[in-house]
């Protein structure tokens, strides 16, 4: 048996046809004598690429997705989609050419189906995806959190402040340094027939509210008009961007590269750690959210939030819900004034219900239907987040709208390409507000493809809040003048990072009401 083997193999060996096969390579190697390095290194970079593109094509998981042919490639076209503001209509077209469900990138997937909402945002199942990373300047936070059992936790201490009893506290604060400071603002506007950008006053005075309700203190940039805090979250945010694309720069910074940068991140963290410790020290206590989180306890009478986490969440506070309601706003004032029958019927409820134009209270504000039917249909026809918020795809993968979308894909469904989905709004181009005001059930229909303040578990925790504000906002301004807008100005939806106007302003002119 010892011998046999040996024979056996040494007999198979030689009949192998190595000769041959050695003869076969010699073109080969008369090749690689003749290569030059340079040309050796771009042989290989080639087998890679091409190694590359045939594994993505053939043996991606999500292959059998249909969506535009780069999309099999790399996620870049989508990042230059998103970087340019087209990513909301590159969803619609989608929609249009592949079905319901449609590939966007080498492992993103956009939903264009309410029967996906449940799936996708009502549990913490499917986790926010990388990008909230962004979002974590100080630590994570009520709106970047990714972990569930850490947001349920901030959850407990975050919630009470966006509460109905401290919604109600927060409003004659509100109004004075929101509604009202702004009318005042525009008065001058309208005495001197100055045309100015609206977007732009909306904007200063929504901050001024959030340093009122949230910091106790006043910015008062409707007036100032600058505030350095606006700088420092701008690029603070930059910041939390590059270290969300290049996350090697979390762990090694290069403050010499992004100095300011890294500055403006130092003075935000400084402002928000020092009117904590004035607070801290003023015995008086305040009705603002700053108050809410420094009183937030356990059951057990332990403090929820620590230094660090109480700096992390006032500071994102500057963000979430800030430009979200100055843009829809904006977006509210420019469809009236794009349907001027619409303006006129709702001017006329808001007459009869505010027959003093300087006595404006919620309560007289929250029954009105037409008033409510405007916004409703403002944030449908103009969701000013609507970018798909993305989800990842848990362990095992999952079935949404008859595909299977394997583990580890982004998806998401976008609120505006779901807002303006023909199967499911009739007229979805047009704006509005009678489709809310139809029979209760025909109104409950289209509410579940209605996504402004998203859905689930990790749907806008101060949806009651924007609502005041936008209520009150409109009708100050409503019962004082009457909006003129300029022509030929570029009103068409662009995406940076919320929805804004392609022309980054809105021109229009005040005229004081009788
Ligand atoms: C019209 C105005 C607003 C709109 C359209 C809006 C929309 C949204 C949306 C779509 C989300 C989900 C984000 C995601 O999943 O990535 C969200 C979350 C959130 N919003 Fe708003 N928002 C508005 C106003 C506000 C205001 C005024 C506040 C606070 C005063 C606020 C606080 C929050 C918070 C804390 C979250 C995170 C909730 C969580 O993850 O548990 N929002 N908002």
Request: charged fraction near 20%.
């Amino acid at each position: 048996m010892q011998l046999i083997v040996p024979e056996a193999l040494s007999k198979f060996w030689q009949s192998l046809p190595l000769d041959k096969f050695l003869q076969s390579l010699k073109p080969l190697e008369e090749l690689a004598r003749r290569t030059t390095p340079k040309q050796a290194v771009a042989a290989l970079v080639l087998a890679y690429a091409a190694h590359f593109a045939v594994f993505r094509v053939i043996f991606a998981p999500l292959r059998h997705i249909r969506g535009p042919a780069y999309t099999r490639f790399s996620n870049l076209p989508f990042i230059s989609s998103v970087k340019n503001g087209r990513q909301i209509y590159d969803y619609c077209e989608a929609r249009k050419k592949y079905g319901k469900v449609a590939r966007m990138g080498a492992n993103i997937v956009s939903v264009v189906d309410p029967a996906a909402l449940k799936i996708i945002y009502n549990s913490h199942n499917f986790r926010k995806g990388a990008v909230y990373d962004a979002l974590d300047w100080f630590g994570p936070n009520i709106f970047s959190a990714r972990d569930p059992e850490f947001h349920k936790q901030r959850r407990r201490a975050v919630y009470p402040s966006y509460s109905p009893a401290a919604v109600n506290a927060m409003e004659p604060v509100l109004y004075e340094t929101g509604p009202r400071a702004l009318a005042a603002y525009i008065e001058q506007y309208a005495e001197a027939g100055q045309v100015f950008d609206i977007m732009q006053e909306l904007q200063l005075m929504r901050i001024d509210e959030v340093g009122a309700t949230t910091f106790g203190q006043k910015f008062d940039l409707i007036h100032q008009r600058t505030h350095p805090l606006l700088g420092w979250v701008t690029q603070t945010l930059h910041l939390g961007m590059l270290q969300m694309w290049f996350p090697l720069l979390r762990r090694i910074p290069v403050p010499q590269i992004f100095s300011s940068h890294y500055r403006s991140r130092a003075n935000l963290r400084a402002f928000v750690v020092s009117t904590i410790e004035q607070r801290r020290r003023v015995m008086e206590k305040k009705r603002d959210t700053l108050q809410v989180l420094l009183d937030a306890q356990d059951t057990d009478g332990q403090k929820l939030l620590g230094e660090q986490e109480l700096v992390s969440e006032l500071a994102i506070q500057l963000v979430v819900g800030n430009f979200p309601v100055s843009l829809t706003l904006l977006w509210t004032i420019n469809q009236l004034l794009e349907n001027p029958d619409t303006l006129k019927q709702l001017m006329y409820e808001l007459d009869h219900a505010l027959p003093d134009p300087n006595n404006i209270t919620d309560n007289k504000l929250v029954h009105l239907p037409y008033l409510d039917a405007v916004i409703r249909e403002s944030m449908r026809h103009r969701p000013v987040m609507a970018e798909g918020l993305p989800r990842v795809v848990p362990k095992g993968g999952c079935q949404i709208s008859g595909q299977f979308i394997p583990e580890g894909t982004v998806v998401f469904v976008s609120a505006y390409a779901l807002h303006h989905e023909e199967e499911l709004w009739h007229d979805p181009e047009t704006f509005r507000p009678e489709r809310w005001l139809g029979p209760a059930e025909q109104v409950n229909e289209i509410k579940k493809a209605y996504i402004p303040f998203s859905t689930g578990v990790r749907s806008c925790a101060g949806q009651r809040f924007a609502w005041m504000l936008m209520r009150l906002t409109l009708a100050t301004l409503l019962r004082r003048f009457t909006f003129e807008a300029m022509p030929n100005q570029n009103m068409k939806p662009a995406m940076a990072v919320f929805m804004v106007p392609a022309g980054g302003k809105y021109m229009v002119r005040a005229t004081k009401r009788a």
